[in-house]
């Protein structure tokens, strides 16, 4: 059976070296477009879907089944790490000069991180 080419999901990241938009589907090796912007590089992304599956087909390959999405329902917003002393004792010293407990100060610090990779 013929896989649909919009199901696999696709990763854009800004490139220096390419000064330009990356766009990759993790589950063809070595699938990947450029883009002049985030749009472009998707467009470009789904074309190289495409041709990935058509070489494919024509060559026999076995083609990766679409890794499926993750919602947020096999999560419970609870995970436990382990880090060095001298790490916890810095975030525990911050989190008290924050007035926070240890775990807001963590999350604050994973959302911001998180918020400045995503723009």
Same mark, same amino acid.
């Given at each position: ?5 919009? #199901? ?23 699938? #990947?477009?450029? +883009?002049?912007?985030?749009? /472009? ?18 060559? +026999? ?7 499926p ?33 240890? !775990? ?7 959302? /911001?991180? !998180? #918020?400045?990779r995503?723009?």
């Amino acid at each position: 059976m013929a896989k649909k080419q919009t #199901s696999y999901p696709i990763e854009v990241f800004w490139s220096d070296e390419d000064a330009g938009f990356i766009a990759i589907a993790p589950d063809l090796p070595g699938c #990947s477009a450029w +883009g002049a912007d985030e749009a /472009e590089a998707i467009r470009e992304a789904h074309d190289a879907i495409g041709a990935w599956l058509k070489a494919a087909r024509a060559a +026999g390959r076995t083609i990766p089944e679409p890794t499926p999405p993750l919602d947020d329902a096999g999560f419970s917003g609870k995970f436990l790490m382990r880090l060095p002393r001298r790490l916890h004792a810095d975030l525990a010293r911050s989190a008290k000069r924050e007035g926070v407990s240890l !775990n807001q100060y963590v999350l604050y610090l994973l959302s /911001e991180r !998180n #918020s400045q990779r995503a723009t």
